[in-house]
């Protein structure tokens, strides 16, 4: 049973540049998470798919972001024009739709550093 | 805002005590909360999971919920110095449909052996 995998693990790049992440959940989940989490921070909600619905945004979630999950399975986190406030560590999370519980189990992360 | 308050900590047990995580949130219509557990430069694990008032137990790990509080809490009892790491308490809000969790800043455990 493999869990939800982040690619790449780190990332690092010149202010200015797009950088984009990918998430692949769970197999059998079908919704999606994305956080971001700064160091002594807990993580903060970014965006929800449901399938391949974006379903909640966050204020946090600028015009610079953007995030798809095309056939709803793997999910691309795209920051354009990366600034320096963007370092942080971004986390994907996934959960069952059936059931009560709707647990999120989060993968090994991204960590981006904006130099 | 919905919040969800932490003491930071750092909390500091004996190996072998009773760990007490505390946690209260601000959004009444909260229905679900999870504890989690990080370690340094790792990702959150989840740990438990609570939705009706009263105490859960999984092992060595026992969350405790009081709605009209606002208050849940994690034990972690036979506390071993594996269990140090930083406790983020979640808490599913945003009503009916809304899946997102708001987290606090996370207790810092630091079990001394």
């Known amino acids: 049973d493999t869990g939800v995998s982040q690619d790449p693990r780190h990332k690092i790049t010149k202010r200015g540049q797009n950088v984009t992440f990918r998430c692949d959940p769970i197999?059998?989940?079908?919704?999606l998470y994305w956080y971001r989490q700064t160091l002594g921070q807990g993580p903060e909600f970014l965006t929800y798919?449901?399938?391949?619905?974006?379903?909640?945004k966050s204020r946090l979630l600028s015009d610079r972001f953007s995030a798809e999950r095309p056939k709803g399975s793997f999910s691309t986190l795209e920051i354009q024009r990366t600034e320096q406030g963007d370092s942080a560590m971004y986390l994907c999370?996934?959960?069952?739709?059936?059931?009560?519980?709707?647990?999120?189990?989060f993968g090994p992360g991204t960590r981006l550093t904006v130099t | 805002q919905k919040e969800v308050e932490q003491n930071s900590g750092p909390l500091s047990v004996p190996e072998g005590a009773i760990a007490s995580l505390n946690c209260t949130y601000s959004?009444?219509?909260?229905?679900?909360f999870f504890w989690y557990r990080q370690y340094s430069g790792k990702s959150p694990e989840l740990i438990m999971s609570?939705?009706?008032?009263g105490d859960k137990e999984d092992g060595r790990f026992t969350a405790q919920l009081n709605k009209a509080s606002q208050y849940v809490s994690l034990l972690i009892r036979d506390s071993q110095p594996s269990d140090s790491a930083t406790y983020l308490c979640?808490?599913?809000?945003?009503?009916?449909?809304?899946?997102?969790?708001?987290f606090g800043k996370g207790t810092k455990l630091s079990v001394i052996p």
């Open positions: 999370a996934s959960s069952p739709s059936s059931g009560s519980f709707h647990e999120q189990y």
């Open positions: 609570i939705y009706s008032n």
């Open positions: 197999s059998e989940h079908n919704r």
């Open positions: 959004d009444r219509v909260s229905q679900s």
């Open positions: 798919f449901q399938n391949e619905a974006q379903l909640e």
């Open positions: 979640a808490v599913r809000t945003g009503g009916a449909g809304s899946y997102q969790l708001t």
